[in-house]
Structures are given as structure tokens and as C-alpha cells.
């Protein structure tokens, strides 16, 4: 094998993040090779990845094996896949809480871990950061807005002044409370401007995914919570922007498409051409607009801002409640404005630990899960 041929696992590759994963490697096929394959349920796609792919690796989570035809994948966990010294970069594109324990591994195995699934940041950042030092291990953000600082830091001595993150507002944006409370999941499955997984569009509809991002920034780019501001971009074109110390501000621009934040995790520093990428066409651009955030209306962002100032355990019981909220919302059993309500009574009941071990973020996560279901009228 060719030394310049990154080897390449890929966690949750039947996902919007996974399947665009393979877009890109498919369109630079030289450069890569895949290792590694992994799926929570969706079988049928998993077998089609592996038969084009031919992973050595594979995982998936349902016990439903005879829909999995592989005569040559071996099955590992994620974790084992995530440390196998066979793997270069491991791409992180889970959902939720599930890409955690293989992060961890990842980054203790001193990979390259090009990061999408926000929740292990926003929960274990200080331990993920610490272990990616102690372990020379590369952490390589995919998600949009981090790849855009990303982009902008590169090559800069200073640390910025400000950093600012762009959302587009989501399908609601200008929603009054009173529509707020009577919307639908599929409404807020429609988002205006990115085709994303279930659970990052309804947290987009919400703003929460934003404020997921305020804490991803601080440990991704080690900066205090209170230089990291955001400013709704309906049109998404810009990523985020950072400002420096002498008042000028770089941003980073292209159209909504995660093939642009996936390939630059993978091929950087180097940039490499791609032809499906869409390139911008200024003369179909008829403006780019900002607007200050409704925090009143999308109490989601205070709610994680104020988590992330506490910090500790907080953001782990802000992401717990968060999750078990949005599934009973796709589930339509409590409404779009009850997001909000249980996430916050989960804040309010919990004494944050400041200092939290692994163990101590994991104890809290599953007492969350549970007490968001019973305060939601649940039983599990
Ligand atoms: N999509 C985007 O444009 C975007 C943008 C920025 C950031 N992100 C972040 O990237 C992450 C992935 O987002 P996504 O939109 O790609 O999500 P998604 O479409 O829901 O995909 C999630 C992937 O994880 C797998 N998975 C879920 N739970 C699992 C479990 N318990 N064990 C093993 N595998 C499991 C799923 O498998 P099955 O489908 O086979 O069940 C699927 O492959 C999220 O954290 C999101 O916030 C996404």
C-alpha cells in the first residue's frame, strides 16, 4: 500500500455525516482507503458500504446479523476499531452520546480523530482536550462552524479576539411563542438551508445545536465562553468569522455542504480540488444578512450558555436532557416549546460536580436520561 494512502475508519458511516464521508472519498479515491465501517441499525446500507468499501473493520449495533452479508470484515467495537493500529484518522460521525467511548479511544490511541458528533465534546471536552495532549492525537473538527475557525486561526500567532458563530435560525426564525408551541416535528425536520441527521435538525430548529457549538468552540479552540458570540446568517453562506486584536475579521465562505468541512478534515493542510463541490456563484447571491439571536423565544441558547459558564457537569445534563427531549418530540409526545422546559427543570435540579471524572459525567448522563423521562410523564 501506497505510504501516502491514509487509512480511514469511519464511525456511524451510514448517517448524513458517514454517508458524505464516503461521498468525498469516493470522488479522491487515490488518497484513501477505508478501514473501517460502522452502523447503529441501518443494516441494509451498512452491507452495501461494505461490499463497495471492503472494510476490514465493521460494527453495527442491532442483532439482527443475517442482513449483514461480510465474509472478510472482521466485527470489533467501536472502540477497538477507534485504537486498531491499522487506522489512521477515524471519523467521528455518530449521533448524541454514542460516539463517546470510541472518541476517548481514538484520541488515547494518538489518531487523528476528525470530530462531527458534537455531544462527547460538549460533555467530556476538558478530558477529551487533556487526553488528545497527553496522547499527541490530532483533533480535526467537520462540523461547519469549527472548520471555519478553524480555517480562519490557521497560520495566526495571536489568540483571536472574538469568535463568531453564524446559524442560519432554523426553520422558526421569526416564529412568535404562541406558533412556537404548536409546531411539528416534520416541520422542524425541514431545515431551510443543510440536510442533516434527525436529532442536529431539530437541535438547529431549536438553537440548541448552537449553543452545543459555543461549547465545542471553547475546548476545540481552548477560548473562554465569553469571547465566543453568535449571529443568525439565514442564507449560511458564511461559517463563522474571528475576529483579531487590530478590529479585522476573517470568515470562511462556500455554499451549505459538508463535503467542504469533511474534505478539509482529511486532506488539510492541503486543499485539493473536487469537482461535485458546488463552488459559489456571486452572481445568484443577492445578499448576506445577519440579525441578533431571539433569546427569549429560543430559550434553548441561554439555557446552554448558561450551562457552559458553569460548566462541570452542567453541559453533560444540558446534552442528557436535550436528547431525551428531542426523541419524545419525534415521537410527538410532548410539544417543540417542552424542550426547553425540560432541559432547563433538568438544569435546576441538578448540583453541578465542577471537576467531573469520566465517571462522574457518565453517572450523571444516565440519572438525566432517566428523570427528563419521568418528568415528561415517562415510564422506563
Ligand atoms: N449532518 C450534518 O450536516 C451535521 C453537521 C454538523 C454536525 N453534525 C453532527 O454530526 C453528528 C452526526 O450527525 P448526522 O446528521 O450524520 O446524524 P445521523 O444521520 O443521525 O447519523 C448518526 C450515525 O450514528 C449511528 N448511530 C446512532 N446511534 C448509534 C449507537 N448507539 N451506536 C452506534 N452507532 C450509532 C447511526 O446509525 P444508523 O443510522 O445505522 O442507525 C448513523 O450512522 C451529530 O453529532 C451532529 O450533531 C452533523
Redesign the pocket.
Known sequence: MDNSVKNIAI????????R?TLQVIRNLPRRFHVVGL??????E??SEQIAEFQPKFI???SDNTSKVKSQKSKFLS?EDIARHPEVDTVVI????K??LDATLAAVRAGKNVAI????PLVMAGEIITGEAKRCNARILP???EHSAIWQCLNGEPQPPKRIILTASGGPFRGYSEAQLDKVTASQALKHPS???????TI?SATLM?KG?EIMETRWLFDVPIDKISVVIHPQSIIHSMVEFVDGSFKAQLSYPD?RFPIQYALTQPERVPNAELPKLDWSKIQGLTFEMPDFKNFPCLELAISAARTGGTCPTVLCAADEMAVELFMKEEIKFTDIARLVRQALQDHKPILHPTLEDIIKTDEQVRKSTWKLAGKKK
Open positions: 464511525l456511524g458511516s451510514t448517517g448524513s455525516i458517514g458524505q460502522t452502523a447503529g441499525k441501518n443494516l446500507l451498512l460494527y453495527y449495533q467501536m460521525a455518530t449521533s448524541g454514542a460516539g462531527a458528533n458534537k455531544e467537520i462540523d461547519s443543510w440536510k442533516m441527521g434527525k436529532k442536529v437541535d445545536n452545543l459538508m
